[in-house]
């Protein structure tokens, strides 16, 4: 790995092995991603992609290869791990709002604690990305009077206080109903179009065609392909890609 | 049988007042002292905290096997001896039947409320942790901005469930000698034989303070719901 390279990356994963107990959820899994590169990771349930993703925050503990963040090796040192997540956002599946605080205490509590920023600075750039994904008004609220799609908007304008480098997304839409899908993904679309590096595992094909610059297919804790959308989604090489496509495409 | 009497009952309301105001703040103080001490027990079990974790299990799995009353007892005579060792001083120090109930109450009901606690943080949601840590906060703030306020919600019935019950118990210090309410209401009517009427009066008492504590526990219920659904 030359230096040019090793400061570009974003993300750095070398043969990254995680297990649970006896069984391997990542096997030697190698993935780099640039800044700027939005990344798209699919696969069949129990394949890995949360695992994968969740390491990158160290949410996970991954076993052996290493993990390069904004040039921060992850290893066990606490203050690393954090430094890692100050510039890392995280979106999950279920939300995780925090019920008790309201919508704007949601969006400020890192920033002020994790990040140094007064009450007033913290509250300004609150509004500012709650502007961005478009519920400023709701900022009084709590999490439990707004609808799905709103709240999992709040969480992606938390993850954004933060101001990080990388923004990781774990089945995003997947907890909404239909009609609350549209909402969210314009929003990521958003997110992408500023630039901001992302890895988002989603079932949601027409997104991924849209937005991404490489499709990474995971089966069985292994990356079996990784191409750009055109030739993932066209002419991909591997028989179990091309199964799985069958079955998220019909 | 004559017709009761209710004007020594009047008579000795002030005397009684001094009962229940002894109840009262041996309750809040015990249920402060306690709740802190009972967050501590569960919160070193709740991050398995090596050494303090299993010696929290059997502190508590020890208070709550005893009565009491026979806690009451061993503290009124183990903590002075206590004390002495502590300051070398060779022989007891004796610390009176006040601090005795005070110490006794606060690490008795600790017990309690740490096993309502440790409920409480075991039934907040996995995804809580990881939100936190995925915005890079300390476990000190984790627990203290998010998951313990959670915690407090989810539990407050319960806790002050345990409070009433508490409050209850404070007569039980008369083995002290100390005087509750119930001692000051037993005292007057051994003097003057109207046992009936003191501890009818005295019934009525507990009755409307345990009773409106239960509808302010009925009014947090509702609240800790409408809080957790959406
Ligand atoms: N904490 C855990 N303990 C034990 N096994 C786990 C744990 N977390 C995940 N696994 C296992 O690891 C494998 C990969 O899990 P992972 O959540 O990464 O899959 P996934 O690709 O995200 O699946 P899904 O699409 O269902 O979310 C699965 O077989 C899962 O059962
Ligand atoms: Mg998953």
């Given at each position: 790995m030359?230096?040019?390279?090793a ?12 297990r ?9 899994v190698?993935?780099?991603?640039r800044?700027g590169e939005?990344?798209?990771i699919?696969?069949?349930s129990?394949s ?14 991954h076993?052996?290869?290493s ?5 921060q090796?992850?290893t ?10 100050r510039e890392?956002?995280m979106?999950?599946?279920s939300?995780?709002?925090f ?6 205490e949601?969006c400020?509590l890192a920033?002020?604690?994790?990040r140094?920023l007064?009450?007033?600075e913290a509250e300004d750039r609150?509004m500012h990305?709650l502007?961005?994904?478009r519920?400023?008004d709701q900022?009084?609220?709590?999490p439990?009077?707004?609808?799905g799609?709103q ?6 304008a938390?993850?954004l ?16 109903d239909?009609?609350m899908v549209k909402?969210?993904l314009d ?6 179009e500023e ?15 849209q937005?991404a610059?490489?499709?990474?297919f995971m089966?069985g804790g292994q ?8 030739t993932?989604?066209?002419a991909?090489?591997?028989d179990r ?7 998220v495409?019909? | 049988?004559?017709?009761l009497?209710?004007s ?13 105001q002894?109840?009262?703040?041996l309750t809040?103080v ?10 501590a027990?569960?919160l070193?079990?709740?991050l398995e905290?090596p ?7 059997v ?5 709550r096997s005893?009565?009491?009353i ?12 206590i004390i002495g060792?502590m ?13 005795t ?7 008795f009901?600790?017990a ?10 075991r039934s907040v949601?996995k995804?809580q942790y990881?939100?936190a840590?995925a915005?890079?906060l300390s476990?000190?703030?984790t627990?203290r901005s998010?998951?313990?306020p959670q ?7 319960i806790?002050l469930?345990q409070?009433?019950?508490?409050f209850?118990?404070?007569?039980l210090?008369?083995v002290?000698s100390?005087?509750d ?12 034989g ?5 501890y009818?009066?005295i ?9 409106s ?8 219920r509702k609240?800790?719901r ?5």
């Amino acid at each position: 790995m030359n230096q040019s390279n090793a400061n570009t990356n974003v993300v750095e994963m070398i043969d990254v092995c995680k297990r649970y107990g006896t069984f391997e959820a990542l096997k030697k899994v190698n993935l780099s991603v640039r800044k700027g590169e939005r990344i798209i990771i699919c696969g069949p349930s129990g394949s890995g992609k949360s695992t994968l993703i969740r390491c990158i925050n160290r949410i996970e503990q991954h076993d052996a290869g290493s993990i390069v963040v904004e040039g921060q090796e992850l290893t066990g040192a606490e203050r690393d791990i954090a430094k890692v997540r100050r510039e890392v956002g995280m979106v999950f599946q279920s939300f995780n709002l925090f019920p008790h605080l309201t919508i704007l205490e949601n969006c400020t509590l890192a920033p002020r604690r994790a990040r140094g920023l007064s009450k007033a600075e913290a509250e300004d750039r609150a509004m500012h990305y709650l502007s961005k994904v478009r519920i400023p008004d709701q900022a009084k609220k709590y999490p439990g009077q707004l609808s799905g799609g709103q709240q999992q908007r709040v969480a992606i304008a938390r993850a954004l206080c933060m101001e990080p480098r990388v923004m990781l997304f774990d089945e995003p839409t997947s907890a909404l109903d239909p009609e609350m899908v549209k909402e969210v993904l314009d929003t990521m679309i958003g997110l992408a179009e500023e630039g901001m590096t992302m890895l988002c595992v989603t079932h949601e094909m027409g997104f991924a065609k849209q937005v991404a610059d490489r499709v990474v297919f995971m089966d069985g804790g292994q990356k079996i392909e990784e191409a750009d959308p055109q030739t993932f989604f066209g002419a991909p090489e591997n028989d179990r890609t091309r199964a799985f496509l069958q079955q998220v495409l019909h | 049988m004559n017709g009761l009497d209710f004007s020594v009952v009047a008579d000795a309301l002030p005397y009684l007042w001094k009962g229940l105001q002894f109840s009262l703040t041996l309750t809040v103080v015990a249920f402060a002292a306690g709740l802190v001490l009972g967050v501590a027990l569960a919160l070193v079990q709740h991050l398995e905290v090596p050494v303090l974790s299993p010696l929290a299990k059997v502190y508590v799995a020890i208070m709550r096997s005893i009565p009491l009353i026979m806690v009451l007892f061993w503290f009124f005579f183990l903590v002075p001896l206590i004390i002495g060792a502590m300051m070398n001083s060779g022989r007891p120090v004796p610390i009176g039947g006040l601090w005795t109930a005070i110490i006794t109450f606060s690490l008795f009901e600790a017990a309690y409320y740490s096993e309502i606690i440790r409920v409480g943080l075991r039934s907040v949601n996995k995804g809580q942790y990881e939100a936190a840590k995925a915005l890079s906060l300390s476990t000190a703030t984790t627990y203290r901005s998010i998951v313990l306020p959670q915690v407090f919600r989810i539990t407050s019935p319960i806790i002050l469930n345990q409070t009433i019950i508490l409050f209850q118990d404070t007569s039980l210090v008369y083995v002290l000698s100390l005087t509750d309410l119930t001692g000051a209401a037993s005292k007057i009517a051994q003097l003057n034989g109207t046992l009936v009427e003191m501890y009818l009066f005295i019934a009525l008492v507990y009755l409307v303070i345990c009773t409106s504590a239960s509808q302010l526990v009925a009014v947090l219920r509702k609240r800790t719901r409408i809080a957790t659904t959406r």
